[in-house]
């Protein structure tokens, strides 16, 4: 599977769009883009995948850029309860393969 | 997708004794993974568990410090062995229903003392 690279932190205001980058410039033509968190050393949590088009549902947005190097996860009106770390993940072949974790991005969000 | 119990939660034991954490899936699932977070890090996989065949285990993670059963396709078992406090962690489970989800177990910190 594809490395991704994350920012280690970032800030959001409470209300405002917080948008989290990751690089995989690596990725391969059946890889595709997973987002999860974890909020407190709980087990994470799924947000959202996508292959190549832009996907959207009730939590997030994934943007994934046309040459499929780098996307971009969108929570559009970030709340307290969204202070988590973030993970990017690339993936592929099927579900028998386990999900490999990057050191994510720490979200603070911020009243 | 799955939901996943996962016991104990937390537990506080003797270097040199074994614990034993359980995974329940409320559905079948093909494969299972066990993680361990170590304080401050990210999740590091310890192993892959297909029912009915021996876990496949990652570089660093063997089997008799960290056995796994997978005796059916809706439980699992890892066992830390011969504590030592290097080994306090947050253990997770996962599980994979063959398709896009993988659901977490809510994990168990461990500290030994």
């Known amino acids: 599977d594809a490395k991704t690279t994350q920012p280690t932190s970032m800030d959001c205001a409470e209300g405002r769009a917080a948008n989290l980058p990751c690089n995989h410039s690596?990725?391969?033509?059946?890889?595709?883009v997973y987002w999860y968190r974890q909020i407190h050393s709980q087990g994470p949590q799924y947000i959202i995948h996508?292959?190549?088009n832009n996907e959207t549902n009730e939590m997030a947005s994934l943007i994934i850029t046309e040459d499929r190097k780098s996307s971009t996860l969108i929570l559009p009106h970030a709340t307290l309860r969204d202070t988590a770390v973030y993970y990017c993940?690339?993936?592929?072949?099927?579900?028998?393969?386990?999900?490999?974790f990057g050191k994510g991005t720490r979200l603070s969000v911020i009243a | 997708s799955a939901v996943i119990s996962q016991k104990p939660s937390r537990d506080i034991c003797q270097r040199g004794t074994s614990l034993t954490i359980q995974c329940q899936v409320d559905?079948?699932?093909?494969?299972m993974f066990w993680y361990r977070q170590q304080p401050g890090q990210s999740l590091t996989l310890i192993a892959t568990?297909?029912?009915?065949?021996?876990?496949?285990?990652e570089s660093g993670f063997v089997i008799d410090k960290f056995p796994i059963s997978r005796p059916n396709l809706t439980f699992s078992t890892l066992t830390v062995s011969n504590m030592s406090p290097e080994d306090s962690s947050i253990y997770l489970c996962?599980?994979?229903?063959?398709?896009?989800?993988?659901?977490f177990g809510s994990g168990t910190r461990l500290t030994v003392v």
């Open positions: 993940i690339v993936r592929g072949g099927s579900g028998n393969t386990p999900l490999v």
């Open positions: 690596t990725i391969s033509g059946n890889e595709y």
């Open positions: 996508g292959l190549k």
């Open positions: 996962s599980s994979s229903t063959g398709g896009d989800g993988y659901t």
């Open positions: 559905s079948q699932v093909t494969m």
């Open positions: 568990a297909n029912q009915g065949s021996e876990a496949t285990y």
